[in-house]
Nanobody, 114 residues
Framework: QVQLVESGGGLVQPGGSLRLSCAAS????????MGWYRQAPGARRELVAV???????NYADSVKGRFTISRDNAKNAVYLQMNSLKLEDTAVYYC????????WGKGTLVTVSA
C-alpha cells in the first residue's frame, strides 16, 4: 500500500511564497509521474503541475512562471515551490503519484489572504 504525506501548507499574504512537500512510502515499484492538484471551495480538482519520471514537467497556465515542481527520485518525493501567490491560489493542494494506479495524499490547505 502506498501512502502520500503532504506538508508545507499554511496562511500567506498575496505575493508571498510557500513550498509544499510530499513524500511517498510503501510498496512502490515504478513511478511514472508525481504532481500536484488543487481544489478550491466549490470548484473541481484541477491540475497544478506534474513531473514525469522522464524528466518533463507540465503546469497549469494559471501558475506558469510562478510555481516550480521538482522531484527527488531517491526519496520518492515531490515538491512545489509557489511564488507570487495570489488570492485565487487558495485551495487544498493534493499530492498525486502515478504508478499504474493513481494515489492521492490527504491534502494540505494553502490560504492566500491579506
Amino acid at each position: 500500500q502506498v501512502q502520500l504525506v503532504e506538508s508545507g501548507g499554511g496562511l500567506v499574504q498575496p505575493g508571498g511564497s510557500l513550498r509544499l512537500s510530499c513524500a511517498a512510502s510503501g510498496s512502490i515499484f515504478s513511478i511514472y509521474a508525481m504532481g500536484w492538484y488543487r481544489q478550491a471551495p466549490g470548484a473541481r480538482r484541477e491540475l497544478v503541475a506534474v513531473a514525469t519520471s522522464g524528466g518533463s514537467s507540465n503546469y497549469a497556465d494559471s501558475v506558469k512562471g510562478r510555481f516550480t515542481i521538482s522531484r527527488d527520485n531517491a526519496k520518492n518525493a515531490v515538491y512545489l515551490q509557489m511564488n507570487s501567490l495570489k488570492l485565487e491560489d487558495t485551495a487544498v493542494y493534493y499530492c498525486m503519484l502515478n504508478s499504474d494506479i493513481i494515489y492521492w495524499g490527504k491534502g494540505t490547505l494553502v490560504t492566500v489572504s491579506a
